[in-house]
């Protein structure tokens, strides 16, 4: 029995999954949006996370629209999401608070310096589910080219909207200084790396929430 407690005792230390699942991510329902999750608590600093959640629709034709999720702590300057895992060649979809304004701008460069706009992959941000207040920026918006991409040359990658896939975030602690999806943004102080399962990111219902919430 003791033998047992400490065993579970150290693989909830080690951080093990009791439940099988290969990915890092949880199964969340918005009440908010109505949209259902599937999220991944980035950490960025010791003891506070950014929020990353990803809507798909169910079932997903090809090339599909996705819906994701950023809710950030202020200390947040930016965060963006990278849907190839890679800095380089794959759209990059960064989000910050100017004022009262949630800003979220797409970029993609090939080699890793500062990302340039890219209008290979657009976003709708989402009215309900957008917001800055006193404690964080949350942003929610539909991606028309997030889950479907050119790498390199010819190369095709599509994210399987039933599966999991390797996700990564970048986040600074400096704010770029405008609304502008074109501002400046400096370079990151993290970056890191996820599997996110979209497999639990299915709503039957996505074109209408996408509707209701815009
Ligand atoms: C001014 C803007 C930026 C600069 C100057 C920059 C620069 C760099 C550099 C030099 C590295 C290599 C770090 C190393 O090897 O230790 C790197 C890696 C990385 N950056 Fe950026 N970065 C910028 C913006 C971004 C943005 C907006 C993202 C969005 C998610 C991002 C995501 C990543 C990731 C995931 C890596 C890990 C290596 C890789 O996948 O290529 N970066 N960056
Ligand atoms: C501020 O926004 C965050 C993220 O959306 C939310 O969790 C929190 O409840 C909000 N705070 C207030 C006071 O509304």
Redesign the pocket.
């Known amino acids: 029995m003791r033998w047992n407690l400490g065993l579970a005792y150290l693989a909830a230390l080690l951080g093990c999954a009791s439940e099988g699942s290969a990915a890092d991510t949880t199964i969340v329902r918005d009440g908010e949006t109505g949209f259902t999750f599937s999220e991944y608590q980035a950490a960025f600093v010791i003891g506070q996370a950014i929020t990353f959640r990803v809507a798909v629709p169910s079932p997903a034709p090809d090339k599909y629209d996705l819906v994701f999720q950023i809710i950030a702590p202020t200390a947040v300057g930016?965060?963006?999401?990278?849907w190839g895992?890679?800095?380089?060649n794959d759209p990059?979809?960064?989000g910050w608070a100017s004022g009262s304004t949630a800003v979220v701008s797409v970029?993609r460069?090939t080699v890793?310096?500062?990302?340039q706009v890219y209008d290979g992959a657009t976003v709708q941000l989402l009215r309900t589910g957008t917001r800055v207040n006193g404690t964080h920026w949350q942003i929610t918006a539909k991606c028309s080219g997030c889950s479907s991409f050119t790498t390199t040359g010819s190369t095709t990658k599509n994210l399987n909207p039933t599966g999991s896939n390797r996700l990564?975030?970048?986040y600074?602690k400096t704010r770029p200084n405008s609304a502008s999806t074109a501002a400046?943004?400096?370079?990151?102080d993290v970056?890191?790396?996820w599997d996110h399962d979209f497999s639990t990111a299915g709503n039957i219902d996505f074109a209408q929430l996408v509707q209701k919430n815009a």
Do not use: C, N
């Open positions: 930016w965060t963006g999401l990278a895992a890679s800095m380089v990059l979809t960064i970029r460069t890793r310096t500062q990302p990564a975030f970048a600074s400046m943004i400096s370079v990151h970056y890191s790396y």
